[in-house]
């Protein structure tokens, strides 16, 4: 039982809540998975379709661009049909235009497979995260949504193992299988789907306060009610454009920008590892065991700020990560010519400062908005992100050719400095707080 003054958020982690931490997850898996897939089977693919260099970048775009209008829609569909519906919507997107990859004969016909691929993927963020902060505990929502971050990075490794191995044994057509694999995941979403209720929190947002009540009772048991869930201030009646005026447009700015500035240069970085490498004067054995460490050391990063992020806080932690990580990028610019062992250390060091504001891109925008717009709010960050995502894939290979590898570090160092500028300016601190605090305006009701 609740002591005096405590609320659903106070209970401990049970096995609901990690299981839907399992079923919330897979979207980033499968976003690390798609977005990684393609690279694998580029070249066979080429070939097979006879494809030239512009819709080879173009295919490879598609899915960021399907996110990008993914996650625009989510967030409309989620706050406005709920979040238990479009929870589904996502892995039969997956297994559908997965599947028909098998039979596609042209290079337009992948790229409008892989843009719905991005959609779904789209879609999948503002629905999985929602849904899920809003049954968590407060103790458990930074470091459970912390670790779909850490998804996305198991999802790419799939990705490589999985497709590696599909085009070793899977014969003339294994590009195709290994682009179809996608199906597998989006089935075993759907699966593990299946039975996942309804927030409470949208259908109070809806006026249904007994169907919530109902659900709170199946899901924590029959002692708990409506009346142990932290109310939210009664915005029925104010339109999303109201609630941006009213305050919550600086969050959503903050959101956005910090969001975009941690992922421009993790993608730049991620995506042309070797290129970058071999710019700074790393070749052959130095530069793969290069382009693999600084993958593993993205993950590490996630994982040490997923282990803190309750006790340093959410303000601190963004902060620390822009700060420590564009220091990084500038040493990277400025020590160009240095030692193999130095490139190494300086990339390392920014790979796992990163790592702060990568987790809190999940964390921030489901804590600070009410739940009316809160899926809105998450899917609009994943969209603005996307947008910088793509641009700073398209420009680190035209700015290493024009500029140089020191003139694109200090490139890549100036998008951090932006990020912890905006950081400084509107990061607010969420830790310790219920959904309700966290999502209020300062000196608001």
């Known amino acids: 039982m609740l002591m005096k003054g405590q609320t659903l958020e106070d209970i401990p982690l049970n096995r609901f809540h990690k299981r839907l931490t399992v079923r919330s997850g897979g979207g980033s ?8 897939i393609i690279g694998v089977v580029m070249v066979q693919m080429a070939d097979a379709l006879h494809v030239d260099s512009l819709w080879q970048g173009l295919i490879a775009a598609s899915a960021l661009i399907g996110i990008f209008c993914g996650g625009m829609v989510g967030g409309w569909l989620t706050d406005h049909f709920g979040r238990k519906r479009v929870f589904f919507v996502g892995p039969v997107l997956f297994m559908a235009f997965s599947i028909v990859q098998l039979v596609i004969s042209a290079g337009w016909q992948l790229f409008a497979c892989r843009f719905m691929l991005g959609v779904a993927v789209g879609i999948e963020y503002p629905v999985a995260t929602a849904l ?19 998804l996305w990075f198991a999802g790419a490794a799939c990705a490589y193992i999985m497709g590696n191995a599909i085009l070793q044994f899977g014969g003339a057509q294994a590009w195709r299988l290994a682009l179809a694999s996608t199906a597998l995941f989006g089935l075993i979403l759907f699966v593990l789907r299946l039975g996942t209720p309804e927030s409470p929190r949208w259908l109070i947002s809806k006026g249904r306060r007994e169907d919530a009540d109902r659900i709170i009772k199946q899901v924590f048991g029959p002692q708990y009610s409506m009346a142990d869930l932290a109310a939210e201030p009664e915005r029925s009646n104010i339109s999303l454009w109201g609630l941006l005026k009213a305050g919550y447009g600086s969050r959503l700015a903050f959101v956005s920008l910090f969001w975009t500035c941690s992922v421009i240069p993790v993608f730049a970085v991620y995506a042309f590892a070797p ?12 530069a793969a065991f290069g382009s693999i460490a600084i993958t593993l050391l993205f993950v590490v990063g996630c994982i040490i700020a997923t282990g ?10 963004v902060i620390h990560s822009f700060l420590w990580s564009g220091l990084a990028l500038l040493g990277l610019g400025y020590s160009a010519d240095a030692s ?19 987790v809190l891109q999940l964390v921030y925008p489901n804590e600070i908005f009410p739940t009316e717009i809160r899926a809105v709010a998450v899917g609009f960050g994943t969209s603005f992100s996307r947008i910088g995502a793509a641009a700073g894939t398209w420009l680190v290979p035209i700015s290493l050719d024009r500029y140089g590898i020191g003139v694109t570090m200090y490139i890549a160092a100036g ?18 707080l219920n959904l309700a605090e966290a999502s209020a305006l300062p000196n608001r009701t």
């Open 275 to 286: 290129k970058v490498l071999l710019a700074l004067n790393l070749h052959g054995e130095m």
């Open 132 to 150: 899920l902060v809003e049954f968590l505990p407060k103790t458990a929502r930074g470091p459970r949504l912390a670790t779909l971050t850490i």
């Open 29 to 36: 898996f499968v976003d690390g998975y798609v977005l990684s």
């Open 340 to 358: 193999p062992l130095m490139i190494l250390l300086l990339f390392g060091s920014y790979a796992v400062f990163i790592g702060g504001a990568q």
């Open 415 to 432: 998008v951090t400095l932006v990020g912890l500028i905006v950081s400084l300016a509107l990061a607010p601190e969420t830790r310790a």
């Open 308 to 317: 803190l992020i309750n006790g340093i806080g959410r303000r601190p932690m």
